[in-house]
């Protein structure tokens, strides 16, 4: 029974979110409110569009269209500063070694990211070249946790939903991967994501076997 996996990018193979937030934070300072790390939780995992859109709620500010698309523009300007600093040494503990395993069991793997900026970031730190497909924001009409990302990705892979193996670290992919009907495994807080089908706190504790025998008994 063949078995395919699906990465999300920020948060399971790089740290993108520290980035995201100074970019954010800096926005609701200079429209006047405070913007902490809990509020920026939040964002994990939603478009671009999405963010902009709770950011304003928390700072209860309403802008015209016209701001806003100025807003989006100047937070990525920003955000894409810190991006353009980063190499390869800001992949995530285990995501190589992972690779790696996949490589080795022949188990093929693409990209399943709500980020725009994603082939920019692959790039940055060398792994571009490394998955078979990426879908991305540019790819995607509806955002996490809307599946569509992910039944991409099923495509790109050749393989059914049930077939996936997917990796969040986000509560709205998590839902995204359970409503396209695969496996979902939750890297970070095991509270927070409860509903994924499988939890590790990070790419470093998949048990060996895991490609193996796990998944491919929960598959049968
Ligand atoms: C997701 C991040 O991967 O991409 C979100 O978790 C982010 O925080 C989203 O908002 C969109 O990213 P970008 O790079 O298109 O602004
Ligand atoms: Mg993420």
């Not at 995607?140 to 990796?167: M, R, S, W, Y």
């Amino acid at each position: 029974n063949k078995i395919g996996v699906i990465f999300d990018l920020d948060g399971v193979i790089v740290d993108t979110a520290k980035y995201h937030f100074l970019a954010w934070k800096q926005l609701a300072n200079h429209l006047g409110f405070e913007f902490t790390e809990a509020h920026n939780e939040l964002l994990k995992g939603v478009s671009r569009v999405r963010s902009l859109e709770i950011l304003l709620d928390i700072g209860k500010v309403s802008l015209s269209e016209e701001k806003k698309q100025e807003y989006l523009k100047s937070k990525n300007e920003h955000y894409l500063k810190y991006i353009m600093k980063m190499g390869p040494e800001e992949i995530l503990p285990g995501a190589n070694a992972l690779l790696d395993k996949l490589d080795n069991l022949g188990i093929e793997y693409v990209l399943g990211s709500a980020s725009k900026n994603a082939p920019l970031i692959l790039k940055q730190v060398n792994l571009f070249e490394r998955f078979s497909g990426i879908v991305d924001g540019n790819s995607v009409t509806k955002a996490k946790p809307d599946p569509e990302v992910f039944l991409i990705g099923a495509q790109k892979l050749n393989l059914k939903p049930e077939q996936c193996v997917v990796f969040e670290d986000a509560i709205a992919g998590v839902e995204a991967a359970n409503k396209a009907n695969m496996i979902s495994i939750g890297i970070g807080d095991k509270n927070t994501l409860h509903e994924a089908d499988f939890n590790f706190k990070s790419l470093t504790e998949i048990p060996h076997d895991f490609f193996t025998a796990v998944i491919p008994e929960k598959i049968m």
